[in-house]
């Protein structure tokens, strides 16, 4: 979750849009059941790098 938010609050900010892109992208390269006590964590993880992702024209 912490890329999300690095993503959200300082890539989105500072209208880096090839840095947002590319943390979103590592966030979806990692298996959402990597760690079993992550494992719901990394799923809105994953469900929110994909909402983001898909609305980054609207960003920038």
Known sequence: MARIYY???????AFDRE?????LEKVLEIPADVTPELTLLNTVAHSKAKKMLNQ???YF
Request: hydrophobic share 45%.
């Open 19 to 23: 840095l947002f892109i590319s943390i």
């Open 7 to 13: 993503a959200d609050y300082y890539a989105k900010k």
């Open 56 to 58: 980054v024209d609207e």
